[in-house]
């Protein structure tokens, strides 16, 4: 059983399956009505249905994702492209300044709204995308599914490291968009997420994370909404170990001045 399989498709890809999927009733509904204008229907010819389906996709869809993310970025994104697609046919056919000047008025905003936030569309995709290859690379051996989910933290050993060096070690990562740091008065926290965004994180322990005590102390944890990503319920101490094991794997290789090997084996899971 290959890796790629093992964790549920990212939100992202509906977009692409929603918009071939609209694309498909857009010719079917074009196709009803040129036959009914042959039969002598006076209707028009722009298949409307299919611009107001795709713009509530992109509106319940931005409502899901601010849900799932908590960022508010996704359900103004929704609503505008919504909007957008809705108003298009009508401003398209129509013979109004109204209709035309809406439609252009949203697409300025639209322009402008996604470049004034693209380092967080930016930040948030690239979080998501490593963290569901950190979660690859750890569930990449296991097999067993017997014991589900526990709230508790694991325990994953000592790590016999300096702080400095595993300072230096989670800003490289998060330079890399791979985690986002946390520190506490006597630990550092590694945060990543499937679910809800790191850019709206307060609190560390919101979300899936290693911590490392001053002492050397590792523990891992899982959230319950990350773990269900997976598509079978994997042991979840093996899970938490491996997923140490990841990070210990990583700190080996910063501190052999290998840091392209972390980035390599990222983009090695499938």
Request: aromatic residues 18%.
């Amino acid at each position: 059983m290959r890796n790629q399989s093992k964790l549920r498709m990212s939100v992202g890809l509906f977009y692409p399956i929603a918009i071939f999927t609209c694309y498909i009733i857009a010719v079917l509904e074009w196709g009803i009505r040129k036959w009914l204008i042959e039969e002598g229907t006076e209707i028009s010819h722009f298949p409307f249905l299919t611009y107001i389906i795709c713009g509530a996709f992109f509106a319940l869809m931005g409502i899901f994702q601010w849900f799932k993310y908590r960022l508010y970025i996704y359900p103004v994104l929704g609503i505008l492209v919504g909007a957008l697609c809705i108003q298009g046919p009508y401003a398209i056919s129509g013979s109004t300044f109204f209709l035309k000047g809406s439609y252009f008025i949203t697409l300025i905003i639209l322009a402008l709204f996604v470049i004034l936030n693209w380092s967080t569309f930016y930040g948030q995709e690239r979080y998501e995308l490593n963290a569901r290859r950190l979660f690859k690379l750890a569930g990449e051996r296991i097999f067993e599914t017997a014991d589900g989910f526990t709230d508790r933290p694991f325990s994953a050993g000592e790590l016999s490291v300096s702080r400095k060096s595993i300072a230096g070690f989670a800003r490289f990562l998060e330079g890399k968009y791979v985690i986002r740091i946390f520190y506490e008065e006597n630990t550092i926290f590694f945060d990543f997420s499937l679910n809800k965004s790191l850019l709206a994180v307060v609190n560390p322990r919101e979300v899936s994370h290693i911590a490392i005590a001053d002492t050397g102390a590792m523990t891992v944890f899982i959230t319950e909404s990350d773990y269900r990503q997976y598509r079978r319920t994997y042991n979840f101490n093996q899970l938490c170990q491996s997923l140490g094991e990841v990070f210990k794997r990583f700190l080996e290789y910063y501190e052999q001045g290998l840091e392209n090997r972390i980035i390599t084996e990222l983009k090695s899971a499938r």
